[in-house]
């Protein structure tokens, strides 16, 4: 099935029963699955919104009526939403971002980059907070990927986002849906009308500065908790690994490509996959900084993951960069010329 | 003769008043005048002194955007 | 004997209103407390506040109330009624809120005929900043971003939303009224109370435009602010209904 498609699919199976989208290639196909299939669900509703930021404001007013609502759009359109993000995570709503990333800056092109890491995990929007960034790198992982993410909005009151490319989204491998979990909640911060009771609002405004303060220290807590718990990352033959690769989604995919090639060339190259973007695999990588002396970094971008492995690793280490950003989708080939020619036993290899 | 209207009266909040004089305006029959002192805001409001010519038409707590005024009738 | 027959509504706080002295807001907040005390649906009615001057309606509203940003009052309302379908649900927006910034979310709300009530409080500039020029500044006024006045080759001219939504097949009720006298005060009442008798049958999208004086941006005492609103305002944007499908042959 494919990827896009299978996000629309784990959604409604996940519960979802509010998408408001706007077409942007590559995503259309979720759009249009969620416009064919939400309709079905009893309770369900799908609206193509005038634009994204439209889409992502009736996604606040449905997920504080009670829904597990999503919108899902591309680069340029998740910058639209980064507001509403924003106002979401303000007000402690859940929702589900999706990010079928294209080629960048600006209107860019529809083919697959991973241009969008600073803006998924530094905020992108305004102000201090934080959304989980859940990076699946196969068709499988998507559908698991976008059920739990709904959990994990619940769970945490917060905005999740998933962060794919084109690649992912259009691509179609054979997967198994799981079972979803029924939704467990505390129910309380929903806005269904005061009934007989007191009324309720829900606001991001407040004007006294150390009542922000408390409000911004309490989100950073609730961040904190999710730094704690919910970090998320896979490790490809890094066990008698001399050089690792970071990369992630679809770079995380041609990585292993190029480790094959290189273990068959003698190299022993192994690779730290993040599958939360935020929060970020930090102590892991640090970790591996004990035993081994080379990392690579391997982005579809001009290097943004790159600083958080800067970060994490402290000074330890040696740090290459490869990136292709744009929409170019590299080959294991190049990757592994790349390795090889940054191995350090390089200097002895015959010719290739 | 009796008054064939009824008889009304009207209470004006003195804390919650703007002195905007709208009310002021509303009355024709200048049932309503600025106070002699200041409210703890510093606003001079508007006081009532109709005493038994209020009809209680309300139209001095309709236009009363403080919601100062509440109107009693017979 | 005499009895109370008029006082507070029961649905607005005790708090005293921030705004300033004469302002509209004051008066429009009253009515439509008034009318969800009237027609008995306090406990299923869903508000959405503004950015501007009305941010912190949900101070006054006894009633369940969700924030907007600035200009997504018809987005946010579309997402809240979609998912309760049977709650009464209004979004209350400022010119610039709702003419603005947020000109795409109100018009395509407008033409999806969402069921909603949109509360469109005209003063003809940004109050809460301090005074710019609004989409619905007159030709002439002065604003302090539009100095000396508007001017319809530098500016535009003035925008009637309710006249442009009217042409919209979703909407379905569409009156423009005031609050700067009794008996205007009195038919906005009427009007808000009808748009939201609409929305409880499933009618479609109903919007009450109600021209608001705004004495401080104005720079005008109240009174001359509710004489300006029937004089000069009014003319710009007549009162009356604009849309009722209900009184359509």
């Not at chain 1, 730094?227 to 989604?249: C, M, P, Q, S, W």
Request: one cysteine or more; hydrophobic letters at 40%.
């Amino acid at each position: 099935m494919q990827g896009n498609r299978v996000i629309g699919e784990a959604a409604i199976r996940a519960g979802c029963r509010f998408y408001a989208g706007y077409p942007i290639t590559p995503q259309n196909e979720l759009t249009e699955y969620m416009a064919e299939n939400l309709r079905k669900v009893d309770g369900g509703t799908f609206i193509q919104a005038e634009s994204e930021i439209a889409a992502i404001n009736m996604v606040l007013g449905a997920s504080a009526a009670g829904a597990r609502a999503m919108t899902s759009s591309s680069s340029p359109g998740i910058s639209l939403k980064q507001e509403g993000i924003s106002a979401m995570a303000a007000d402690e709503l859940p929702a589900v971002i999706v990010n079928i990333m294209r080629g960048s800056p600006g209107l860019g092109n529809i083919l697959p980059s991973q241009g969008d890491y600073f803006q998924a995990t530094r905020g992108g929007g305004h102000g201090d907070y934080r959304t989980m960034v859940l990076a699946p790198a196969s068709v499988q992982e998507l559908a698991d990927l976008t059920m739990d993410a709904f959990d994990l909005a619940d769970r945490y009151r917060n905005p999740v986002m998933i962060l794919a490319d084109a690649m992912i989204g259009q691509m179609m491998e054979p997967l198994v849906f799981r079972k979803p979990q029924q939704r467990q909640y505390d129910d309380s911060y929903m806005l269904k009308g005061a009934g007989q009771g007191r009324s309720r609002f829900i606001r991001g405004l407040i004007l006294d500065a150390i009542r922000m303060e408390e409000h911004n220290w309490k989100l950073y807590r609730k961040y904190q908790v999710i730094t704690n718990k919910e970090i998320r990352h896979e490790t490809f033959k890094t066990d008698d690994a001399d050089v690792l690769i970071v990369a992630y989604g679809t770079a995380a995919r041609i990585a292993k490509g190029a480790i094959k090639r290189c273990r068959e060339m003698g190299i022993r190259v192994g690779l730290i996959r993040p599958i939360t973007l935020w929060p970020y695999p930090s102590e892991v990588i640090k970790r591996f900084s004990e035993k081994v002396e080379t990392f690579i970094v391997f982005e579809m971008s001009t290097g943004q993951m790159l600083e958080d492995v800067r970060l994490a690793l402290g000074g330890a280490g040696t740090i290459h960069f490869y990136g292709r950003p744009g929409g170019v989708i590299p080959t294991p080939v190049e990757l592994a010329r790349f390795i090889e020619h940054h191995t350090k036993n390089s200097w002895d290899r015959g010719s290739q | 003769m009796t008054n064939p209207l009824k008889k009304g009266r009207i209470t004006i909040n003195f804390e919650r008043c703007k002195e905007c004089h709208l009310c002021v305006y509303a009355c024709k029959n200048g049932h309503i005048q600025p106070a002699a002192d200041y409210n703890s805001k510093g606003y001079r409001p508007v006081v009532f002194c109709g005493g038994e010519d209020c009809t209680g038409c309300t139209l001095c707590a309709i236009t009363c955007p403080e919601i100062a005024i509440e109107v009693y009738r017979e | 004997m005499m009895k109370k027959i008029f006082g507070r509504p029961q649905y607005l706080k005790d708090s005293i209103f921030h705004y300033c002295a004469g302002c509209g807001h004051s008066i429009a907040h009253r009515l439509i407390a008034e009318v969800i005390e009237e027609l008995n649906i306090r406990g299923r009615t869903i508000g959405v506040p503004p950015a501007g001057c009305a941010v912190l309606a949900y101070n006054y509203f006894d009633i369940d109330m969700l924030e907007a940003m600035h200009g997504r009052g018809c987005a946010t309302a579309t997402g809240i009624k979609r998912t309760l379908p049977d709650r009464i649900v209004f979004s209350y927006q400022g010119d610039g809120d709702l003419a603005a910034i947020g000109t795409a979310e109100t018009f395509h709300a407008a033409n999806r005929g969402e069921n909603i009530t949109v509360f469109f409080i005209n003063n003809a500039v940004y109050g809460m900043t301090g005074g710019q020029m609004a989409p619905t500044t007159l030709l002439g006024q002065f604003s302090t971003t539009s100095a000396p006045a508007r001017n319809a080759i530098l500016d535009g001219h003035p925008i009637r939303m309710s006249e442009i939504l009217s042409h919209l097949e979703g909407t379905k009720y569409i009156e423009r009224c005031a609050v700067n006298t009794p008996s205007n005060i009195l038919k906005a009442r009427r009007a808000i109370k009808k748009a939201f008798q609409y929305q409880m049958d499933d009618v479609g999208f109903t919007l009450v435009e109600l021209l608001s004086q705004c004495p401080t941006n104005w720079k005008m005492t109240p009174i001359d602010a509710c004489r300006w609103v029937d004089e000069t305002m009014a003319r710009t944007f007549p009162l009356g209904v604009i849309k009722d499908i209900r009184t359509k042959g």
